[in-house]
């Protein structure tokens, strides 16, 4: 099971990359009038479909690595609390370390899906 954890993790932290990549690989051309604000993209449907693509997998592959890490490290924690009750901020340190996980995944979701979009 661990070694399924690490796994989930390094394609999610893989396509994360990507994503990332693709952020700066995208081009973008100004809108007609200049304004500022009405800035549109004109994207290959090839770049929109891998972003689109590296979104879904970089926000599904953290979700569920955070979620096979906050199950290892939650059951852990209860033990320890059972043994010793004035542990548990350090192990609520360690799951909030384990959800961070997902909550990375979906910042760069965040970003490649207003970039493309």
Do not use: H
């Amino acid at each position: 099971m661990k070694r399924l954890a690490i796994f989930l993790t390094l394609v999610a932290g893989v396509f994360c990359l990507v994503g990332t990549a693709l952020l700066f690989v995208a081009p973008a051309s100004a809108a007609e009038g200049g304004a500022v604000g009405a800035a549109l993209l004109n994207l290959d449907p090839t770049i929109v479909g891998w972003g689109y693509l590296a979104a879904a997998l970089s926000t599904g592959l953290s979700a569920l690595g955070a979620g096979i890490a906050v199950a290892s490290v939650g059951s852990a924690a209860i033990g320890t609390i059972t043994e010793k009750p004035e542990m548990l901020g350090r192990t609520l340190i360690f799951v909030g370390l384990a959800e961070g996980i997902a909550i990375y995944g979906l910042i760069i979701s965040i970003l490649i899906l207003n970039r493309i979009t």
